[in-house]
């Protein structure tokens, strides 16, 4: 029992910071986006194409990984702020790292805050950070039976974005296997192909971001 209750208290406490790191993210009118996927699925490709399409809004981006500032670097052109956390052995970001970050970024002049999770399909699923949407990520090379064998990462999800989706004709990949397994899981989360190569569905992509932004609490 004693180990319960240990359990309890640490998940209790983690709970408590991401919702105060949802807090600072509300009274600053910033929305907090949390993208989740597997490596290599295209986040930080995705980011970089889209930051530079929402100014004159600002963001800023929280990058995890185990090691590297690579990711960071390469968003930092574009973002007003960038932030890396390297979590060593941590196979996703937890709310006290996501914390730290916030106390080091200014919040006032921003409109939205892009968390790129560790690249992980099981691990992030399972821990809220204080954002207020959560986006799974697919790409076409990962194969269209990804819904069905991690489906705690697609049913947390408040939009499910299709990437590399120009590759989808030189790859065995069914979308309507990935919609049908959709449908079991998700019914909620709006789904879009899309490609930062061609910019296919990108424009669907930023308008409900935008949206999601329009519709936060006033500060």
């Given amino acids: 029992m004693a180990e319960v209750r240990v359990i309890e208290s640490v998940l209790r406490a983690g709970q408590e910071v991401a919702d105060r790191n949802r807090a600072r993210l509300d009274a600053a009118g910033v929305l907090g986006v949390n993208l989740m996927s597997a490596p290599g699925s295209g986040k930080t490709t995705l980011l970089q194409q889209t930051i530079p399409a929402l100014a004159p809004a600002r963001c800023a981006v929280f990058v995890g990984d185990l090691q590297t500032s690579r990711d960071a670097e390469r968003i930092a052109g574009s973002a007003a702020a960038a932030?890396?956390?390297?979590?060593?052995?941590?196979?996703?970001?937890?709310?006290?790292q996501v914390?730290?970050?916030l106390?080091?970024?200014?919040?006032?002049?921003?409109?939205?805050?892009f968390i790129e999770n560790v690249g992980n399909m099981v691990c992030p699923a399972a821990?809220?950070?204080?954002?207020?949407?959560?986006?799974?990520?697919?790409?076409?090379?990962?194969?269209?039976?990804?819904?069905?064998k991690y489906p705690t990462l697609f049913q947390r999800a408040d939009a499910i974005l299709v990437n590399k989706i120009d590759l989808v004709e030189?790859?065995?990949?069914?979308?309507?296997?990935?919609?049908?397994?959709?449908d079991q899981i998700n019914t909620r989360a709006p789904c879009f192909d899309l490609s930062t190569r061609t910019g296919e569905g990108l424009e669907a992509?930023?308008?409900?971001?935008?949206?999601?932004?329009?519709?936060?609490?006033?500060?």
């Avoid at 932030?83 to 006290?96: A, E, K, W, Y």
């Avoid at 106390?103 to 805050?113: F, K, N």
């Avoid at 821990?127 to 069905?148: F, Q, Y």
């Avoid at 999601?212 to 006033?218: F, I, K, S, T």
Wanted: contains cysteine; aromatic residues 6%; hydrophobic residues 40%.
């Fill in 103 to 113: 106390d080091e970024t200014p919040l006032d002049d921003l409109a939205y805050l």
């Fill in 83 to 96: 932030v890396q956390i390297n979590t060593g052995r941590g196979c996703h970001l937890n709310p006290m």
């Fill in 170 to 182: 030189h790859l065995d990949f069914d979308r309507e296997r990935v919609r049908a397994d959709l």
């Fill in 127 to 148: 821990h809220t950070l204080g954002e207020h949407c959560n986006v799974a990520l697919l790409s076409v090379p990962e194969g269209d039976d990804k819904v069905a």
């Fill in 205 to 219: 992509w930023l308008d409900w971001l935008r949206q999601r932004h329009a519709a936060l609490p006033a500060g």
């Fill in 99 to 101: 914390q730290l970050g």
